[in-house]
């Protein structure tokens, strides 16, 4: 499914056939189905929830996009981890080594272990940054 939107259409309400796509993307993604997300300026991004992601559909997305996947989280939920943000914009997290099913899930939903917990003390920055790279 792609959905588009331009800036002008963030400021007037969505018409019927816009509702039914984004209803339609938030149900695909609920089932663990990738979503084409297209901007105005022609560049796409290939989402798929991370509460719902497996090794397997994982792997699917890499193979659909082209490259490695990227985690996209909130800047609340990067502050969570231990990131230091000035604004509160929408982070994007890349793994060194890749990144897994379980390294998604653990850092993008808060009900989730600690990711970072560790037998160490380090601070929590220290631990985020030393598993992912920003």
């Known amino acids: 499914m792609t959905l588009e939107l331009s800036p002008a259409d963030l ?36 989402a798929l929830a991370a509460e719902a992601v497996t090794a397997s559909s994982l792997a699917a997305l890499a193979q659909l996009a082209g490259t490695q996947p990227h985690l996209a989280v909130t800047g609340r939920r990067a502050r969570a981890l231990g990131f230091e943000l000035e604004a509160a914009a929408t982070v994007v997290l890349t793994a060194p080594g890749g990144l897994t099913a379980d390294l998604a899930r653990d850092l993008a939903d808060p009900s989730h272990r600690d990711p970072f917990a560790a037998k160490d003390a380090q601070p ?4 985020a940054r030393r598993a992912v790279a920003t």
């Open 11 to 46: 400021n007037r309400p969505l018409d019927h056939a816009a509702q039914r796509a984004v209803d339609r993307a938030m149900s695909d993604l609920r089932r663990g189905e990738p979503v084409v997300v297209a901007g105005a300026d022609g560049r796409a991004v290939l």
């Open 124 to 127: 929590p920055r220290d631990r």
